[in-house]
T-cell receptor, first 115, second 109 residues
Framework: SAVISQKPSRDICQRGTSLTIQCQVD?????MFWYRQQPGQSLTLIAT?????????ESGFVIDKFPISRPNLTFSTLTVSNMSPEDSSIYLC????????????FGPGTRLTVL | QKEVEQDPGPLSVPEGAIVSLNCTYS??????FMWYRQYSRKGPELLMY????GNKEDGRFTAQVDKSSKYISLFIRDSQPSDSATYLC?????????FGSGTKLNVKP
């Protein structure tokens, strides 16, 4: 298994501002992912964070709105840009480990509220 | 058609009951099957992992895969109030994960 930490754990932000969420994994990682989860809903994949190259975004998500960095194998950031109340959600990072590439481990999530 | 379907519940049972949580899937190529448990305001936690068909047991939890029916199940024996959470099934194939919508379980003392 792995320990995945996220910062911040929660935040309340004003409309039009940006928030950067950090994700750190304590094990060797192959893939890292960012998800959004609305209250009571399942997981929606935002993008796959690629180390050393641009992230791969899912349909409906764009780089200008959700820029992602992954400067090394175990660390990634997701920025939620120009926020609106519709961006209020839980943002989760996850990782596939080098030792078990057919499962994912999740961070604790970042609860974002946009006023 | 969604790749994986899961009844959202909620499912409410008395303490000590046997719980059965289920998912169906459409692509027979899936080989890896997982169950995650998510407590309120927490990230999903990997609970069970199964490769191909058959059963896997871990304490009070049993994961079952029936590839011929494209049906996966999670059984919880002697359910406890601490089992109250949302349970998500997940499938993996060709570098892509598919998650069910989650079933919310409430175990009443």
């Amino acid at each position: 298994s792995a320990v995945i930490s996220q910062k911040p754990s929660r935040d309340i932000c004003q409309r039009g501002t940006s928030l950067t969420i950090q994700c750190q994994v304590d094990s060797q990682v192959t893939m890292m992912f960012w998800y959004r989860q609305q209250p009571g809903q399942s997981l929606t994949l935002i993008a796959t964070a690629n180390q050393g190259s641009e992230a791969t975004y899912e349909s409906g998500f764009v780089i200008d709105k959700f820029p992602i960095s992954r400067p090394n194998l175990t660390f990634s950031t997701l920025t939620v840009s120009n926020m609106s109340p519709e961006d209020s959600s839980i943002y989760l990072c996850s990782a596939q480990l080098a030792t078990s590439t057919d499962t994912q481990y999740f961070g604790p999530g970042t609860r974002l509220t946009v006023l | 058609q969604k790749e994986v379907e899961q009844d959202p519940g909620p499912l409410s049972v008395p303490e000590g009951a046997i719980v059965s949580l289920n998912c169906t899937y459409s692509n027979s190529a899936f080989q890896y099957f997982m169950w995650y448990r998510q407590y309120s305001r927490k990230g999903p936690e990997l609970l069970m992992y199964t490769y191909s068909s058959g059963n896997k047991e871990d304490g009070r939890f049993t994961a079952q895969v029936d590839k011929s029916s494209k049906y996966i199940s999670l059984f919880i024996r002697d359910s406890q109030p601490s089992d109250s959470a949302t349970y998500l099934c997940a499938l993996y194939n060709f570098n892509k994960f598919y998650f069910g919508s989650g079933t919310k379980l409430n175990v009443k003392p």
